[in-house]
Nanobody, 126 residues
Framework: QLQLVESGGGLVQPGGSLRLSCTIS????????LGWFRQAPGKERERVSC???????NYADSVKGRFTISRDNAKNTVSLEMNSLKPDDTAIYYC????????????????????WGQGTQVTVSS
């Protein structure tokens, strides 16, 4: 059974940066496709980014060029570097994991993921 724990959320001013981390236990990271999703108040959860076992990445258009996803298999972590933050980025951010047979699989839909963290709040406000 996998466990995912996010950290790094907080309050930041518009234009600022945050780095989210997700530590995963219960499996070696190199068997997993990983993703970040977010849910703003009153809205549905939406994808932010995904990263495959081979470190292929994909981003939602709303964060492309501002956010960077990365993985460290040795430390069993997946991170999301967020720059040039906007008030619209305010949300609870969730990391997700799925066992993936294909090394290039990068899933951008929620139903692909079987394991989720509890979420970390990111608030962008002046």
């Amino acid at each position: 059974q996998l466990q995912l724990v996010e950290s790094g959320g907080g309050l930041v001013q518009p234009g600022g940066s945050l780095r989210l981390s997700c530590t995963i236990s219960g499996s070696t990271l190199n068997t997993l496709a990983l993703g970040w999703f977010r849910q703003a108040p009153g809205k549905e959860r939406e994808r932010v980014s995904c990263i495959s076992r081979s470190a292929d990445t994909n981003y939602a258009d709303s964060v492309k060029g501002r956010f960077t996803i990365s993985r460290d298999n040795a430390k069993n972590t997946v991170s999301l570097e967020m720059n040039s933050l906007k008030p619209d980025d305010t949300a609870i951010y969730y990391c997700a994991a799925a066992f993936a047979g294909l090394i290039h699989a990068c899933y951008d839909y929620m139903s692909a993921y079987d394991y989720w963290g509890q979420g970390t709040q990111v608030t962008v406000s002046s």
